[in-house]
């Protein structure tokens, strides 16, 4: 195993292939703001961040960047950068706001508006189904942990490729259904924040059958393009978000890769096997009697495994396990004693290409691979002038990361695409707008927004002149 080091090899960023996708990532109640413009409806983030104690000093999304006003200068920013694509979210509220019945066609103007600009500045329009805003009235009927949640998401995503199909240029139905289903249900971090492990598991299921009736819906668009009232193209590639976790073992002790391998059970393999053909972990509930497997009824796994075109990868860090008797399932997190970002989290580079070549080997390379997110949160610098913003350790690890990202190339892997997160400072969930993630930094006071050094430096590496 290497060490959390680059490799000394002289390279640079001109060595991506051609057609390499760069992007940068963000979520509509992150950056949007707008909340109750143009007929959008309550999601269940509106709810969570007006109760008291559940976001940091009481945040909310209500503005955040107001990118749903300011989207002509982001995408600007975009361009200046030299970006491929932007993969942003379709607020379920905003086009269908109940999330059930009557659409809400200002909803999808929105996002027409956003794709057109995109387009006309050469960027790619990249949209994510659903990252984390549930229609309130969804959850007041029981949420995720309901199958007819399901049902209603295949419908909203339909409509979307009815409505937008001829702008959007890459579809990823879902967005980390590990944290809608474990921060939202069983932890409760996260909203709708509720607390408990087998509504957990359920919302698991229920996200990816969702998940899997939208692509099956897609699939049976091919073929409808051009006519009359079809809308949709269903030609732009279509796949899913995750954040895996793919543990490093503590040592090479066996018991500890062991643990290492288990620990992928609930963050990894119950997310992606079913869309392999392959049953849910069987170990995690035998450890844990007491919780219930999900409720897959018959037909549920093959619905999952509809193909899907690409995955989508989101990495920030890679934990240690070790091999601990006195849990149920035998493994525990340990300190893995790396610098950590704002966030508190291990700075791992390298745990980017362990994870990258175990999705690719337990996929068998059946479909290419894009890294949706990466970036971190770290302290700015900003200039008493405010004209220039410092983020050396930012540029740091991007480079690191995007070292290791070509090594997976050159390795094998078929990645075909970088996505930071992320352009602009934003809604950092539970957290508030205490942690910033952007590019570029944002004066959530007057809506300016500060380049920083690292946005100067990605600019570099996609115009292909950084050294990596
Ligand atoms: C995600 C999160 C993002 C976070 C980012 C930093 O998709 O992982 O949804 O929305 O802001 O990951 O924590």
């Given at each position: 195993m290497k060490d959390e080091q680059t490799p000394s090899r002289a390279r640079s960023s001109a060595d991506f292939p051609t057609g390499f996708l760069w992007g940068v990532a963000a979520a509509s109640y992150q950056v949007e703001g707008a909340v109750n413009e143009d007929g959008r409806g309550p999601s269940i983030w509106d709810t969570f961040s007006r109760?008291?104690?559940?976001?940091?000093?009481?945040?909310?999304?209500?503005?955040?960047?107001?990118?749903?006003?300011?989207?002509p200068e982001d995408v600007t920013l975009m361009r200046q950068l030299g970006l491929g694509a932007y993969r942003y979210s379709i607020a379920w509220p905003r086009v269908q706001p109940d999330g059930s019945g009557a659409f809400n066609q200002a909803g999808f103007d929105y996002y027409k508006r956003l794709s057109d600009e995109l387009h006309r500045q050469g960027i790619k329009s990249a949209a994510t189904l659903y990252h984390w805003d549930l229609p309130q009235a969804l959850e007041d009927a029981g949420g995720w942990p309901e199958r007819d949640t399901a049902y209603r998401f295949a419908e909203y995503a339909a409509a979307c490729f009815a409505e937008l199909g001829d702008y959007v240029d890459m579809w990823i139905t879902l967005n980390e259904p590990w944290c809608s289903a474990v921060l939202g249900y069983d932890i409760g971090e996260h909203a709708?924040?509720?607390?408990?492990?087998?509504?957990?598991?359920?919302?698991?299921?229920?996200?990816?059958?969702?998940?899997?009736?939208?692509?099956?819906?897609?699939?049976?668009?091919?073929?409808?393009?051009?006519?009359?009232?079809?809308?949709?193209?269903?030609?732009?590639?279509?796949?899913?978000?995750?954040?895996?976790?793919?543990?490093?073992?503590?040592?090479?002790?066996?018991?500890?890769?062991?643990?290492?391998?288990?620990?992928?059970?609930?963050?990894?393999?119950?997310?992606?096997?079913?869309?392999?053909?392959l049953p849910y972990p069987e170990r995690h509930f035998a450890a844990y009697p007491e919780e219930t497997p999900p409720p897959v009824l018959e037909g549920d796994m093959e619905i999952i495994a509809t193909p899907v075109d690409f995955l989508g990868l989101n990495y920030y860090f890679e934990p240690v396990v070790a091999a601990d008797p006195e849990h149920p399932e035998g493994f525990c997190v340990v300190d893995s004693y790396h610098e950590t970002t704002d966030m508190g989290w291990p700075i791992t580079p390298r745990g980017l290409s362990r994870q990258l070549h175990w999705i690719w080997d337990?996929?068998?390379?059946?479909?290419?691979?894009?890294?949706?997110?990466?970036?971190?949160?770290?302290?700015?610098?900003?200039?008493?002038?405010?004209?220039?913003?410092?983020?050396?350790?930012?540029?740091?690890?991007?480079?690191?990361?995007?070292?290791?990202?070509?090594?997976?190339?050159?390795?094998?892997?078929?990645?075909?695409?970088?996505?930071?997160?992320?352009?602009?400072?934003?809604?950092?969930?539970?957290?508030?707008?205490?942690?910033?993630?952007?590019?570029?930094?944002?004066?959530?006071?007057?809506?300016?927004r500060v380049p920083k050094d690292s946005y100067f430096y990605l600019r570099e590496v996609i115009s292909g002149a950084e050294a990596l």
């Open positions: 109760t008291p104690g559940k976001v940091r000093h009481g945040h909310t999304g209500d503005v955040s960047v107001d990118q749903y006003h300011r989207y709708p924040g509720h607390t408990s492990k087998s509504k957990g598991w359920a919302a698991g299921h229920h996200l990816m059958l969702g998940h899997g009736l939208a692509v099956h819906a897609y699939r049976s668009l091919s073929g409808t393009a051009g006519q009359p009232g079809a809308g949709a193209r269903a030609t732009a590639p279509i796949g899913v978000t995750h954040n895996f976790e793919t543990p490093r073992p503590a040592t090479l002790h066996p018991e500890d890769i062991e643990a290492a391998d288990r620990g992928a059970d609930m963050r990894t393999r119950f997310f992606l096997d079913p869309m392999l053909g337990h996929i068998g390379g059946r479909c290419p691979l894009y890294i949706t997110e990466n970036g971190c949160a770290m302290p700015d610098d900003l200039t008493p002038d405010g004209m220039r913003c410092h983020d050396p350790l930012r540029v740091q690890y991007l480079r690191e990361h995007f070292s290791v990202a070509l090594d997976a190339i050159e390795e094998g892997i078929d990645l075909r695409g970088y996505f930071v997160w992320s352009l602009i400072d934003n809604f950092e969930w539970s957290l508030g707008y205490a942690k910033r993630f952007g590019l570029v930094y944002a004066d959530y006071i007057n809506q300016r």
